[in-house]
């Protein structure tokens, strides 16, 4: 008997073996122009991307050559509002902004970790009023206006460029 995608209390329904993640990210955009970062290293991305400490060096190490969306997991139990708020004001630094309301994205992929299995996102994600902080915070290398018609899917990490895609910011 298949099991359904249901997810809840265990035994009785299970994540999916390939995994699960639940992000809120925030957008934002000043016309053809989106923020994004470059992270370093630094024990804050234990909290926003608990992911970097099971890749491998060589994808870890991609991970702070590549551009991300702010974004951070969510809690179990916590609301994307609130992971929102986390990204914007302890990742971005950022005291004064506006948020719309959240646009749903939802992607799967073969996992590289369990053949012949999918790993599943559900992104929420904010469009962000606010003015981006002239230093990036020491978390990382990178963080300003990029023009978007330079980007690639390739550029991104944590297989963000599927989200890319999807927001219009690159083309496949």
């Known amino acids: 008997m298949p099991k359904?995608?249901?997810?809840?209390?265990?035994?009785?329904?299970?994540?999916?073996?390939?995994?699960?993640?639940l992000s809120s990210f925030a957008i934002l955009q000043q016309e053809t122009e989106v923020l994004l970062g470059i992270p370093k290293e630094h024990p804050?991305?234990?909290?926003?991307?608990?992911?970097?400490?099971?890749?491998?060096?060589?994808?870890?190490?991609?991970?702070?050559?590549?551009?991300?969306?702010?974004?951070?997991?969510?809690?179990?139990?916590?609301?994307p509002d609130d992971a929102l708020r986390r990204v914007v004001e302890d990742q971005l630094g950022l005291e004064e902004y506006e948020a719309g309301a959240a646009t749903i994205h939802a992607?799967?992929?073969?996992?590289?970790?369990?053949?012949?299995?999918?790993?599943?996102?559900?992104?929420?994600?904010?469009?962000?009023?606010?003015?981006?902080a002239e230093v990036p915070p020491p978390w990382f290398n990178r963080l300003e206006l990029v023009e978007s018609s330079s980007l690639k899917g390739q550029d991104f990490g944590s297989d963000m460029g599927d989200l890319a895609v999807a927001l219009g910011f690159v083309q496949d």
């Open 107 to 132: 992607f799967y992929d073969p996992s590289d970790w369990f053949p012949g299995r999918r790993h599943y996102d559900l992104c929420f994600v904010y469009d962000v009023e606010a003015s981006p």
């Open 44 to 79: 804050k991305w234990e909290e926003w991307a608990p992911n970097f400490g099971v890749y491998d060096p060589e994808e870890r190490e991609a991970e702070f050559h590549s551009w991300r969306f702010p974004a951070a997991y969510l809690y179990e139990g916590e609301h």
């Open 4 to 21: 359904f995608a249901r997810y809840g209390p265990a035994p009785r329904y299970d994540l999916p073996e390939a995994g699960f993640c």
